[in-house]
């Protein structure tokens, strides 16, 4: 940003701060808002310390009101500056709450604004053209954003936030009606969660960025997220490959189309991810390849099915099983037999030979009527 941003930055800070120092009647509420404004400084360089982030989680320890203020304060403040370096650590507190906030915390982001409205995370139009550097910095805003965006609506299909250490009981809940969900509501969750790495792996590259500490910070927490939605999705899978003999043809349709997405994603979040000694990341991909092939194999069955079915459905209707007028009629029924002739019905009761004789007239009498008609407009109903 160069020294005259710097300075630029430093005085807007003691400006911020001593407004919301003067104009908060609460002790309470001020002292909320000055940490959020000492947690999301100007410079550019330095991620919010962990001192900073600790006051802000621990206002969920307090009551609702607290909370509130302080996930009110963090929304204006990313939606009113102009700054790469305030926004991005604005994100990153936000991403912070989602990991380790209270439940109060969450229910508080959950529900900002109040009224509804507009996406609160949305900044797809922010743009900090004050140097390169921030202008690169702001692919990176604009990507953070729709990223946490993701997880709050994954969190939401799931019912409970995804990556929150505070939800380790919800978590778990989960894991144990896993068994009892449906498929379709089951692909439902593996989707959103196959969301949250696509949206991982359109991070951008830091080409003027490296070694940047506030981004290094948004990795490491983005690296943590990746292995819990790893987690998550085998758990799903494992569960999907004990369902293969009863999985129905759509059903396997999408899951090989899940599994096909999220296999697109493995060179991405490899080279992304140094993935050293763990299992979990190798054991999802030979999971990928082995359900992938399992659900195609059954799919092909299934596929072979509904051909020969069909294949016996048309022959029923084609061919030499059109009833011609000339030709003599046998039933499957014993006992009834309907044949429909351009709107009439013509009815023949097979019981005895004596009521044959009786209905034969019928029938005969109305063939003669429409000797004209062609032969392949007669469909037999047994």
């Not at 195609?296 to 079915?309: D, I």
């Not at 061919?319 to 019905?345: I, M």
Request: net charge neutral; aromatic share 8%.
């Amino acid at each position: 940003m160069g020294i005259l941003g710097d300075i630029i930055g430093k005085v807007k800070d003691k400006a911020s701060i001593g407004k919301a120092a003067l104009l908060s009647r609460n002790q309470t509420t001020a002292a909320l808002r000055l940490t959020i404004l000492r947690a999301t400084t100007h410079e550019a360089d330095l991620p919010p310390s962990d001192h900073h982030l600790a006051a802000i989680l621990s206002a969920g320890d307090g009551p609702r009101a607290s909370a509130a203020v302080v996930i009110d304060a963090l929304m204006r403040r990313l939606h009113k500056t102009s700054s790469s370096a305030v926004a991005l650590k604005c994100l990153l507190a936000l991403h912070v709450i989602v990991r380790r906030g209270s439940f109060i915390l969450h229910d508080q982001l959950s529900i900002y604004p109040a009224a509804g409205g507009r996406n609160y995370l949305k900044l797809s139009d922010f743009r900090d053209n004050s140097s390169p550097i921030t202008w690169e910095l702001s692919s990176w805003i604009r990507w953070y954003a729709k990223y946490l965006e993701q997880i709050l609506s994954t969190s939401r299909i799931l019912g409970y936030f995804l990556f929150s250490t505070s939800c380790t009981l919800e978590r778990e809940k989960a894991k144990e009606i896993i068994a009892s969900l449906l498929c379709k509501d089951l692909l439902r969750e593996i989707d959103g969660l196959i969301n949250v790495l696509e949206e991982i792996c359109k991070s951008p590259d830091c080409v003027q960025l490296q070694g940047n500490k506030l981004l290094i910070e948004v990795m490491g927490l983005v690296g943590e997220d990746y292995f819990t939605t790893i987690d998550e999705i085998v758990i799903r899978v494992e569960e999907f490959k004990e369902r293969l003999s009863c999985l129905s043809f759509v059903d396997s349709v999408e899951l090989v189309c899940a599994l096909k997405r999220l296999e697109d994603c493995k060179d991405r979040l490899g080279s992304l991810f140094e993935v050293t000694g763990s299992g979990l990341v190798e054991d999802l991909w030979v999971l990928v390849s082995e359900m992938k092939e399992k659900v195609g194999e059954v799919k092909g069955f299934k596929e072979e099915k509904m051909v020969l079915s069909w294949g016996r459905f048309e022959s029923a209707r084609f061919g030499e099983q059109v009833v011609k007028p000339h030709d003599s009629v046998q039933f499957a029924s014993n006992r009834f037999a309907f044949q429909f002739a351009y709107g009439e019905l013509v009815s023949v009761c097979n019981d005895n030979h004596e009521n044959l004789s009786k209905k034969g007239s019928k029938a005969i009498s109305c063939m003669h009527k429409l000797e004209g008609a062609r032969s392949n407009q007669h469909i037999l109903i047994c």
